[in-house]
């Protein structure tokens, strides 16, 4: 009777996903009521700048909300600086919805092989990663890359393979996009 189990690496994969779960609200939100702060989506404008004109009604936009929230930026409201922050937010936003940019997950996974025939992934992910497409965003997805794999690699290491073999397996990762 066989008592050990022999257990060899297969190949190591890193997969990039769209990430449609990732949590925004950091970058503000849109609402349908207007208040301080607030942007109207129509003209760009801001509640502020309307206060004392009794003629102004803002445009809404059909099945959309009309109104933008930016987030809490430390700054007090009406401010040049706060319109600055807020419209660079509310153009971020804008951007994400018009598919200009979006959130990925990065997974690194290595597959397992059993002398029994079973086989296991060790793996590790990151979710809600923003994707610019540009070479900024790629330098940082290599960041995280490199992070999954190390811990990746320690949990190799804790089951008793080689520095020579977990390095032999991401040396070829395979990149797939999904």
């Known amino acids: 009777?066989?008592?050990?189990?022999?257990?060899?690496?297969?190949?190591?994969?890193?997969?990039?996903?769209?990430?449609y779960r990732a949590d925004d609200s950091?970058?503000?939100?849109?609402?349908?009521?207007?208040?301080?702060?607030?942007?109207?989506?129509?003209?760009?404008?801001?509640?502020?700048?309307?206060?004392?004109?009794d003629d102004y009604e803002p445009g809404l936009i059909p099945r959309e909300h009309s109104f933008f929230y930016p987030p809490d930026t430390g700054e007090k409201i009406g401010t040049p600086?706060?319109?600055?922050?807020?419209?660079?937010?509310?153009?971020?936003?804008?951007?994400?919805?018009?598919?200009?940019?979006?959130?990925?997950?990065?997974?690194?996974?290595?597959?397992?092989?059993?002398?029994?025939?079973l086989t296991d992934e060790i793996s590790n992910s990151l979710y809600g990663i923003e994707d610019h497409w540009d070479k900024d965003s790629n330098d940082y997805h290599r960041e995280v890359v490199d992070d999954l794999k190390h811990e990746v690699k320690v949990q190799l290491l804790k089951m008793g393979f080689s520095d020579q073999e977990i390095d032999e397996s991401f040396k070829d990762a395979e990149e797939v996009d999904w």
């Open 26 to 53: 950091y970058l503000g939100v849109y609402g349908s009521v207007l208040k301080p702060g607030c942007i109207i989506r129509t003209d760009k404008s801001f509640y502020e700048d309307h206060i004392d004109d």
């Open 81 to 117: 600086e706060y319109k600055k922050c807020a419209l660079l937010d509310y153009q971020v936003v804008e951007d994400l919805n018009n598919q200009q940019w979006g959130f990925i997950s990065l997974t690194v996974s290595t597959t397992v092989f059993a002398d029994v025939g």
């Open 1 to 19: 009777m066989k008592k050990c189990t022999e257990y060899t690496l297969g190949k190591t994969r890193i997969i990039k996903k769209p990430d």
